[in-house]
Nanobody, 124 residues
Framework: QVQVVESGGGLVQAGGSLRLSCVASGRTFSRYVMGWFRQAPGKERESVAAISWSGGSTYYKGSVKGRFTISKDNAKNTVYLQMNSLKPENTAVYYC?????????????????WGQGTQVTVSS
């Protein structure tokens, strides 16, 4: 069983920055594909970014390209989402997801392990 725990959410003004962190348990973190998702009130959950198990490939939702950066630190079993130039429409609960990534398509259609989410609120 892989445990996924997010942190780093909070309240920030428009134009500000936040860095989300996600720690995933397990000795094979270096083989995990990791993703960040978000769900705003009244909306469906959507994929924001993903990083392949090797870190060599990344995916971003179009509206966050150039503002958000996903990175992976295998030594710390941690994936980060650096969010810059935040906008009120980025307000949502952000979820981290993990799954074994070796040999799979990227980004994967499904993830097996999810965190509880961290709230990001961007004020105008």
């Amino acid at each position: 069983q892989v445990q996924v725990v997010e942190s780093g959410g909070g309240l920030v003004q428009a134009g500000g920055s936040l860095r989300l962190s996600c720690v995933a348990s397990g000795r094979t973190f270096s083989r995990y594909v990791m993703g960040w998702f978000r769900q705003a009130p009244g909306k469906e959950r959507e994929s924001v970014a993903a990083i392949s198990w090797s870190g060599g490939s990344t995916y971003y939702k179009g509206s966050v390209k150039g503002r958000f950066t996903i990175s992976k630190d295998n030594a710390k079993n941690t994936v980060y989402l650096q969010m810059n130039s935040l906008k009120p429409e980025n307000t949502a609960v952000y979820y981290c997801a993990a799954d074994y990534g070796l040999g799979r398509n990227f980004p994967p259609d499904e993830y097996g392990y999810w965190g509880q989410g961290t709230q990001v609120t961007v004020s105008s």
